[in-house]
């Protein structure tokens, strides 16, 4: 492996010691404490998996944590009355819904009955807005994770040319939106790729960054890359394997061992970009408490 492991883990704990010395700054001098909501409907395992990660980090930077668990048969009428209570408590300053949600209840008029001042995960429209122009706003959790994982491995964004492979509305979308600004930690030259593009291996080829974010393994293979590349590999994909007790073991959307030969830097599947989400996530309720300073 001749690239530089680029571990989302490692920044996340360095990143977690900065904020926890900042809600401590927020308790001592304001006597202010960031609140996080966050609300999970019916019982999907990951999902699950994810809101007892959150609450764990919460416990160990100092920010308070309420947890809203509902059976899934709750009805959208339950929820958006639950939302309107959160957005009016003091105590709560990032509100987060667990998704997906059960079938019967529309995922977008929950997110956006969320107040905009609250939504830490950045969907609300308004958010979104906001970082099309280039204002400043709550970035969303995984795309301002890949940015802080270029920027504090010195990787240059300014002028280079970063494709990224999938264009979601958690992903693609938003970090393409970011890493084009004319501001600080941007300024790139931004090509997306996706699943009706002819072909995908052209435009790596030509790429100083490539972020992989399309949910398929082994999508962007050895030769799809230039020697010195920079990788980003957002996928997480279960993949059998009989060697594993569990049966399966995760991979990326990446050729990692192969690639890891060409590469200058890479992310590593786990460890890489995951982490990274829910630490941006603190950033943002921190970020939102941070707006009660008088």
Same mark, same amino acid.
Do not use: W
């Given at each position: 492996?001749?690239?530089?492991?680029?571990?989302?883990?490692?920044?996340?704990? $360095?990143?977690?010691? $900065?904020?926890?010395?900042?809600?401590?700054?927020?308790? $001592? /001098?304001? *006597?202010? &404490?960031? +609140?996080?909501?966050?609300?999970?409907?019916?019982?999907? %395992?990951?999902?699950?998996?994810?809101?007892?990660?959150?609450?764990?980090?919460?416990?160990?930077?100092?920010?308070?944590?309420?947890?809203?668990?509902?059976?899934?048969?709750?009805?959208?009428?339950?929820?958006?009355?639950?939302?309107?209570?959160?957005?009016?408590?003091?105590? &709560?300053?990032?509100?987060?819904?667990?998704? %997906?949600?059960?079938? #019967?209840?529309?995922?977008?008029?929950?997110?956006?009955?969320?107040?905009?001042?609250?939504?830490?995960?950045?969907?609300? %429209?308004?958010?979104? +807005?906001?970082?099309?122009?280039?204002?400043?706003?709550?970035?969303?959790?995984?795309?301002?994770?890949?940015?802080?994982?270029?920027?504090? *491995?010195?990787? %240059?964004?300014?002028?280079?040319?970063?494709?990224?492979?999938?264009?979601?509305?958690?992903?693609?979308? !938003?970090?393409?939106?970011?890493?084009?600004?004319? /501001?600080? #930690?941007?300024?790139?030259?931004?090509?997306?790729?996706?699943?009706?593009?002819?072909?995908?291996?052209?435009?790596?080829?030509?790429?100083?960054?490539?972020?992989?974010?399309?949910?398929? !393994?082994?999508?962007?293979?050895?030769?799809?890359?230039?020697?010195?590349?920079?990788?980003?590999?957002?996928?997480? *994909?279960?993949?059998?394997?009989?060697?594993?007790?569990?049966?399966?073991?995760?991979?990326?959307?990446?050729?990692?061992?192969?690639?890891?030969?060409?590469?200058?830097?890479?992310?590593?599947?786990?460890?890489?970009?995951?982490?990274?989400?829910?630490?941006?996530?603190?950033? *943002?309720?921190?970020?939102?408490?941070?707006? #009660? &300073?008088?």
């Amino acid at each position: 492996m001749g690239a530089k492991i680029l571990s989302g883990k490692q920044l996340a704990q $360095e990143m977690r010691e $900065e904020m926890k010395q900042e809600t401590l700054a927020l308790k $001592e /001098k304001y *006597n202010i &404490i960031p +609140g996080l909501a966050v609300i999970l409907v019916g019982e999907d %395992p990951a999902s699950v998996s994810y809101v007892t990660g959150k609450r764990k980090a919460c416990a160990n930077i100092g920010i308070y944590s309420r947890e809203e668990n509902h059976p899934a048969d709750m009805s959208e009428e339950k929820l958006l009355s639950l939302i309107k209570k959160l957005n009016n408590d003091p105590k &709560i300053h990032g509100i987060l819904v667990q998704l %997906p949600l059960p079938d #019967h209840i529309d995922e977008t008029k929950i997110l956006y009955a969320i107040n905009p001042d609250k939504d830490v995960d950045g969907f609300h %429209p308004f958010n979104v +807005g906001k970082m099309m122009i280039g204002e400043d706003t709550f970035y969303p959790c995984t795309p301002h994770g890949i940015q802080q994982l270029l920027v504090r *491995n010195d990787i %240059p964004i300014a002028s280079s040319h970063i494709v990224i492979v999938g264009r979601s509305n958690l992903v693609g979308k !938003p970090l393409a939106a970011m890493l084009m600004q004319k /501001k600080e #930690h941007a300024n790139a030259t931004i090509t997306v790729c996706h699943t009706r593009t002819k072909d995908i291996g052209y435009f790596t080829r030509q790429a100083d960054i490539v972020v992989a974010a399309i949910g398929r !393994p082994n999508t962007i293979t050895e030769e799809m890359v230039s020697e010195g590349v920079v990788v980003i590999d957002v996928g997480v *994909n279960r993949v059998e394997d009989s060697s594993k007790e569990r049966g399966y073991r995760l991979v990326g959307d990446v050729d990692f061992e192969k690639i890891g030969q060409k590469a200058s830097a890479i992310t590593p599947v786990p460890g890489g970009v995951g982490p990274m989400t829910i630490t941006m996530l603190l950033h *943002n309720t921190i970020k939102s408490a941070k707006r #009660h &300073i008088r």
